[in-house]
């Protein structure tokens, strides 16, 4: 993956889709996502992260389900960690978080996107799915309280249920993307929308957020993580 700064924005793509990889999962993107999370992070001034990929149809396929299988439970739970780890720290980042869905967004794929604040998505290629119940991964804490920040309940029953594979349209219907564009306007639509988010007081926008993700908040807390909000401090509130 790469880190760029674009108009103000810290712009996260990923790049891993060479030999049919399609931005799959292991410990070693983990750490890529934390490296690029420290880098927002310790970024001073007004910003937010944009997450996106340069593959036209693939966002990301989730866990590389062939590189977890050969891994010995010590790698294997070492994954699972750096995994939630990411997750809360997208969910409660020092900044506004977009995710640009240009392609299939699946299982652990899918559970990133719905760690950021909000989701653009093509309107005509790639589905958001979460899988799990017919790949035999059941939901931890984190990963499900990650999927249920998705705003529409009842769909996000049926998903993880069924395993019904959305499409940008029916995305759109069901509130689970923010708007869906054209491939050739995707991108712009999404840095349009991280701009217009940066605009707000980063204090201020992350400390409302985060106030309305207590689960995500009490996992972050039992890691030792830190986030806005955590630590009282002396402002107006209502």
Request: charged letters at 20%; hydrophobic letters at 40%; one cysteine or more.
């Amino acid at each position: 993956m790469r880190l760029d700064f674009k108009h103000g924005i810290h712009v996260l793509t990923l790049t891993n889709t060479r030999d049919g990889n399609e931005n799959t999962l292991t410990t070693n993107v983990m750490n890529d996502y934390l490296a690029a999370l420290d880098a927002v992070e310790s970024f001073s001034g007004n910003t937010a992260l944009l997450i996106t990929c340069e593959h036209e149809k693939t966002f990301s396929t989730g866990i590389n389900l062939e590189w977890l299988n050969s891994q010995d439970d010590k790698s294997k739970k070492q994954f699972g960690d750096a995994f939630n780890t990411v997750l809360c720290r997208i969910a409660l980042l020092n900044a506004p978080t977009v995710a640009c869905i240009n392609g299939n967004a699946y299982a652990g794929g899918a559970i990133i996107a719905a760690a950021t604040d909000y989701r653009v998505m093509r309107n005509d290629r790639g589905r958001f799915c979460l899988p799990e119940v017919n790949i035999k991964i059941p939901f931890n804490s984190v990963t499900r309280d990650t999927v249920n920040l998705l705003p529409n309940q009842k769909v996000v029953k049926d998903m993880v249920l069924t395993g019904v594979a959305y499409t940008g349209i029916e995305c759109l219907e069901h509130d689970l993307v923010k708007s869906i564009h054209p491939a050739n306007e995707l991108q712009q639509a999404a840095l349009e929308l991280a701009m217009q988010l940066a605009e707000k007081d980063r204090y201020t926008y992350c400390h409302i957020r985060n106030g309305f993700r207590a689960n995500m908040a009490d996992h972050a807390s039992a890691m030792g993580l830190t986030y806005v909000g955590k630590d009282p401090v002396d402002v107006l509130s209502i």
